[in-house]
């Protein structure tokens, strides 16, 4: 079985950020207005509303962690369209994406109230002599963020790839988030198919010799 499954560590981080959230009760037609229903009045799995009822336990709000099947391309599609608008398909690391699958080993999705609330994908690629991913796009709904749960799915991820024996996990993303998280920046000029702010481009990996290494032109390879 490749399957993994993680549970949310962070609970000290889920009381800490509940505190500062603002959660209201809701759950019927009249008292929400984030749920959606369908005709039927019954809600669907896509709702992006957080279900807090009176009494309720604690753990019925930490997110699971899993990997990522072929039945959840649609909601990850919506969750990715909804973070990222329709401009996301001419961004330089989707370019890369299109080259190739992504791996769904090492791609995940965080279930909160048996509703995916946030994805993470990892694809394959190559740069210079490394053997490395490409994480992205990472999303999470937007009632669902600043739970902790995009730097879940990023340490998730990146620590799965990296114990299946990537060498180095780039992506193209903002310092001041994923720098807390072991991502710091590329030294070497690392060319996507297309326009990047090299500030941007940044590298995880559990090896010295990391910057040595990437450099010239990043593109999709074939997952081992
Ligand atoms: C970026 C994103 C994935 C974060 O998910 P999340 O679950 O809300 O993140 P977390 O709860 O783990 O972290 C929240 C913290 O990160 C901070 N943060 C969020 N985005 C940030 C950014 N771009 N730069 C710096 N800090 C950021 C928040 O302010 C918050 O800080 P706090 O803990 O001090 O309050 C989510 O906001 C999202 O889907 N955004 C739209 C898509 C996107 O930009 N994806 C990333 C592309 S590189």
Request: hydrophobic fraction near 40%; include cysteine; glycine fraction near 6%.
């Given at each position: 079985?490749?399957?993994?499954?993680?549970?949310?560590?962070?609970?000290?981080?889920?009381?800490?950020?509940?505190?500062?959230?603002?959660?209201?009760?809701?759950?019927?037609?009249?008292?929400?207005?984030?749920?959606?229903?369908?005709?039927?009045?019954?809600?669907?799995?896509?709702?992006?509303?957080?279900?807090?009822?009176?009494?309720?336990?604690?753990?019925?709000?930490?997110?699971?962690?899993?990997?990522?099947?072929?039945?959840?391309?649609?909601?990850?599609?919506?969750?990715?369209?909804?973070?990222?608008?329709?401009?996301?398909?001419?961004?330089?690391?989707?370019?890369?994406?299109?080259?190739?699958?992504?791996?769904?080993?090492?791609?995940?999705?965080?279930?909160?109230?048996?509703?995916?609330?946030g994805s993470v994908r990892m694809t394959p690629v190559i740069a210079g002599s490394v053997s490395g991913h490409l994480l992205g796009p990472l999303a999470v709904r937007p009632s669902f963020k600043n739970l902790g749960i995009g730097r879940e799915l990023v340490r998730i991820s990146v620590a799965e790839a990296l114990r299946r024996g990537s060498e180095g996990v780039v992506l193209v993303g903002d310092a001041p988030y994923y720098g807390p998280l072991g991502f710091e920046q590329v030294a070497a000029r690392l060319s996507f198919p297309g326009p990047v702010d090299a500030a941007r481009i940044l590298v995880a990996a559990n090896r010295d010799d990391i910057q040595d290494r990437l450099h010239g032109k990043i593109h999709w390879r074939p997952a081992e």
């Open positions: 079985m490749n399957s993994v499954f993680w549970v949310a560590p962070p609970v000290g981080f889920v009381l800490s950020a509940l505190n500062r959230r603002e959660v209201r009760p809701c759950g019927t037609r009249d008292n929400c207005d984030d749920v959606e229903f369908d005709r039927a009045g019954k809600r669907r799995a896509s709702s992006s509303c957080l279900h807090i009822y009176p009494g309720f336990s604690m753990s019925a709000i930490l997110p699971v962690y899993l990997n990522e099947t072929p039945s959840h391309q649609p909601i990850i599609a919506r969750i990715n369209e909804e973070a990222f608008g329709p401009g996301r398909f001419v961004r330089a690391a989707e370019r890369v994406r299109e080259q190739g699958p992504h791996d769904p080993r090492l791609s995940f999705i965080a279930i909160l109230d048996d509703t995916v609330v």
